[in-house]
């Protein structure tokens, strides 16, 4: 599975942004996929996750309220993300689990996209 993460850029604080997820070469429609960030100096972190359904989702606490995720059948699962804050700013990586359920930590999820930019001025 290659996976394509789009949609990221700079946005004022307060804004929002839509990231995608989007699968080729194979399709992730029976994984689940979870969105993780990486600051500049500090670990890979998770954002959000859902399941291979859609009927669960899990968010990290610093984004719970504010960011929203989604897929939809046509193999593409977005991060609808709203009230940013500089400390959104990252790297954001999409990933396609090794099962149908939707992980919180990185060591549940095989295939990785190559990372979209969010930056988030004051």
């Not at 990486?38 to 972190?45: F, L, N, S, Y």
């Not at 609808?80 to 090794?98: F, G, K, R």
Request: net charge positive.
């Amino acid at each position: 599975v290659q996976l394509q993460a789009s949609g990221g850029g700079l946005v004022q604080a307060g804004g929002s942004l839509r990231l995608s997820c989007a699968a080729s070469g194979r399709t992730f429609s029976n994984n689940g996929v979870g969105w993780f960030r990486q600051a500049p100096g500090k670990e890979r972190e998770f954002v959000a996750a859902i399941s291979w359904n859609g009927f669960s989702t899990f968010y990290a606490d610093s984004v719970k309220g504010r960011f929203t995720i989604s897929r939809n059948r046509r193999n593409t699962v977005t991060l609808q993300m709203n009230s940013l804050t500089p400390e959104d700013t990252a790297v954001y990586y999409c990933a396609s689990a090794l099962g149908s359920a939707a992980p919180i930590v990185p060591s549940g999820y095989r295939y990785w996209g190559q990372g979209t930019l969010v930056t988030v001025s004051s």
